[in-house]
Nanobody, 121 residues
Framework: QVQLVESGGGLVQAGGSLRLSCAAS????????MGWYRQAPGKQRELVAD???????NYADSVKGRFTISRDNAKNTVYLQMNSLKPEDTAVYYC???????????????WGQGTQVTVSS
């Protein structure tokens, strides 16, 4: 009933930049929270950054000062600007959103399919 579609991943050299986008669509009444997680091979999925509908942000210590999360509420879209990328940022990045759906007016957590980010040294 809700789809999250990520884009913007790819291969970049260390020190480079990428911008990820995640657009939500479907039976959306409101989106209270949107965030980005990542999962590297052999590691657990971890929070990268998140943002509330009011614009409050939260970042993992490993990305503070390098990554910036933002959202366009009118477009139900969240962005992740990643600068000064490091090889350890290599992972599959997943979009996540807490959505109140129009069918039941209850909140559910949805995930995107993931987008690969590879940073070469």
């Amino acid at each position: 009933q809700v789809q999250l579609v990520e884009s913007g991943g790819g291969l970049v050299q260390a020190g480079g930049s990428l911008r990820l986008s995640c657009a939500a669509s479907g039976s959306i009444f409101s989106i209270n929270y949107m965030g980005w997680y990542r999962q590297a091979p052999g590691k657990q999925r971890e929070l990268v950054a998140d943002i509330t509908s009011g614009g409050s942000t939260n970042y993992a210590d490993s990305v503070k000062g390098r990554f910036t999360i933002s959202r366009d509420n009118a477009k139900n879209t969240v962005y992740l600007q990643m600068n000064s990328l490091k090889p350890e940022d290599t992972a599959v990045y997943y979009c996540n959103a807490w959505v109140v759906v129009t069918t039941t007016f209850k909140g559910y957590r949805f995930w995107g399919q993931g987008t690969q980010v590879t940073v070469s040294s």
